[in-house]
């Protein structure tokens, strides 16, 4: 009932920046809250940022101060803002979203920070 796709990944040296973005489309009226997760290789996924339906967002300790989570209600996009990169946030991003009764994701984006 809820697709998402995720776009802005790529390449950048540590220090850098990037802004990723996630269209959601569906039945998005039955979203109650919406995130973004990433997978290192080897590693578990794990939670970077989440909001909720009222505007509450919440993150992960390593971006505290380096990533922003936002949305775009107008365009049903949902957007992370990603400033001072460093090697360890290299890592397959996802968007995901929550409803009352299923979790759905995005297919991935790739983010590799390296020199």
């Known amino acids: 009932q809820v697709q998402l796709v995720e776009s802005g990944g790529g390449s950048v040296q540590p220090g850098g920046s990037l802004r990723l973005s996630c269209a959601a489309s569906?039945?998005?009226?039955?979203?109650?809250?919406m995130g973004w997760y990433r997978q290192a290789p080897g590693k578990q996924r794990e939670m970077v940022a989440t909001s909720t339906i009222g505007g509450y967002t919440n993150y992960a300790d390593p971006v505290k101060g380096r990533f922003t989570i936002s949305r775009d209600n107008a365009k049903n996009t949902m957007y992370l803002q990603m400033t001072a990169l460093n090697p360890e946030d290299t890592a397959v991003y996802y968007c995901?979203?929550?409803?009352?009764?299923?979790?759905?994701w995005g297919q991935g984006t790739q983010v590799t920070v390296s020199s």
């Open positions: 569906g039945s998005i009226a039955n979203i109650r809250s």
């Open positions: 995901n979203g929550l409803t009352l009764n299923r979790i759905y």
